[in-house]
């Protein structure tokens, strides 16, 4: 009998966690994130629940993405601004103008003056962190594009630190 309920236990586990890594694999994954360049919003060893994406129509302006930059050789969270085929402006004072329109961006904390011009090719995206001013974001890189297929997921929640937790806008 006990035999029998420690089979029967040990199958139950192995399904549990064979859907779980099933899960993990292709629905979902966890970052931890290690700088303030998304402060207020994410703060430095928050711990961040990202669905994977499927469909790159569904990719909005203003989600906070995870991605793999080929450049950095690192996974990066950033707040995507700029779609396929945008124009985007950010002038001296630090205003960001998506296709001639002034964007409001209740999210960043800390603009800085950091000013320039920059279409995004088409299967590309733009990001920008809300903490302007400590963020190393597409105004800096030498490619200030990241190609669709080095998208890795949409962040959703922050989960951990506990006290912490809340949706991600």
């Known amino acids: 009998y006990l035999m029998k309920n420690f089979k029967n ?20 994954f966890i970052v931890s994130v290690p700088s303030a360049s998304m402060y207020p919003t994410i703060k430095i060893g928050d711990r961040i629940v990202t669905t994977r994406i499927w469909d790159k129509e569904s990719i909005e ?13 690192e996974r990066m969270i950033k707040r995507v601004i700029g779609l396929p085929n945008d124009r985007i402006t950010i002038d001296s004072d630090g205003k960001l103008f998506v296709n001639g329109s002034e964007q409001v961006e209740d999210y960043v904390a800390y603009a800085d003056q950091q000013s320039g011009e920059y279409v995004v090719p088409e299967g590309s995206y733009f990001f920008l962190g809300d ?22 997921g949409k962040a959703q929640f922050t989960f951990y630190p506990f006290d912490n937790w809340r949706l991600l806008e």
Do not use: C, N
Not at 61 to 73: A, P, Q
């Open 131 to 152: 903490a302007r001013d400590h963020s190393f974001d597409s105004r800096s890189w030498d490619d200030p594009y990241i190609p669709e297929e080095q998208l890795e």
């Open 9 to 28: 236990g040990a199958i139950f586990m192995l399904i549990v966690i064979t859907i779980f890594l099933a899960l993990y694999r292709f629905a979902f």
């Open 61 to 73: 302006r203003g989600d906070i993405l995870v991605f793999f930059s080929k450049e950095l050789d």
